[in-house]
């Protein structure tokens, strides 16, 4: 199976403009990113998918570039448009403000295509402050290892411990957090954005949930890896300061 790793990268960021193109200890973000997935031994190459020719001049001194229409509603939509004209049997779609994405991660979904056509990974919760922010996306699974459900709501709802602090439902459940990396078939991803967008989509704002209201299944790889993102500018310094140590 030949596996491409594709890393969306938009310039018109609302909190961040230019995101992909910030400098972290002396390289792009997008760079940093790009050469994460490049040490993941699954992908046979990697490219950027972008709308902005700025960001396409600075990536392709070291990477692909496949530039993209800048009307897409959503960076899987981004990424199918490149998969339709790349040769592949499947895709990795990797967030491109994670400049520190474990490469093992990256290999860990690849290779979950094998027993589905589409894939993800969580991680253990354990911070009390993720228990009910809803940035943080939950995740609950079957014993295949398969999604059940992805929620920004804490699910599962833990009935004999309701009543207690967060840590004690926390020690009462395996809560797993949702990390958003997605692996699919060319297939599956092609006929996923062909689907309208599902209600369930439209009422929590993820689309994954697209894919599991269509019947789609989604193998989900549980890992001990702790996503560190650049969302808004000071995050920058945060994630200088764990390359430093």
């Excluded at 902005?52 to 800048?70: G, H, K, L, N, Q």
């Amino acid at each position: 199976m030949r596996v491409i790793g594709i890393v969306p990268a938009r310039y018109a960021s609302t909190r961040f403009p230019g995101k992909p193109l910030t400098l972290i200890a002396g390289k792009m973000l997008v760079q940093r990113v790009v050469e994460q997935c490049q040490r993941a031994s699954s992908l046979a190459e990697v490219i950027v998918a972008t709308d902005d020719e700025r960001i396409r001049a600075a990536v392709a001194p070291f990477c692909r570039v496949e530039m993209t229409r800048a009307d897409h509603p959503s960076g899987t939509d981004r990424i199918a448009e490149v998969v339709s004209r790349c040769s592949c049997d499947a895709v990795v779609n990797i967030q491109g403000d994670e400049p520190l994405i474990d490469p093992t991660v990256i290999d860990r979904v690849a290779g979950a295509l094998a027993r589905a056509g589409m894939s993800t990974a969580a991680a253990p919760l354990r911070a009390v402050s993720e228990y009910d922010n809803p940035n943080v996306v939950k995740v609950v699974v079957n014993r295949l290892g398969e999604a059940l459900y992805f929620s920004r709501r804490t699910v599962p709802y833990v009935r004999d411990a309701a009543s207690q602090t967060a840590e004690s439902q926390m020690a009462a459940f395996p809560f797993l957090k949702h990390l958003g990396i997605y692996g699919y078939r060319r297939e599956t991803l092609l006929r996923l954005v062909q689907y309208p967008v599902s209600a369930l989509e439209q009422a929590e704002k993820l689309e994954q949930l697209r894919a599991l209201e269509n019947g789609l299944s989604i193998a989900v790889e549980t890992v001990a890896y702790e996503s560190v993102g650049v969302d808004v500018p000071d995050d920058v310094a945060r994630v200088e300061a764990l390359l430093r140590g």
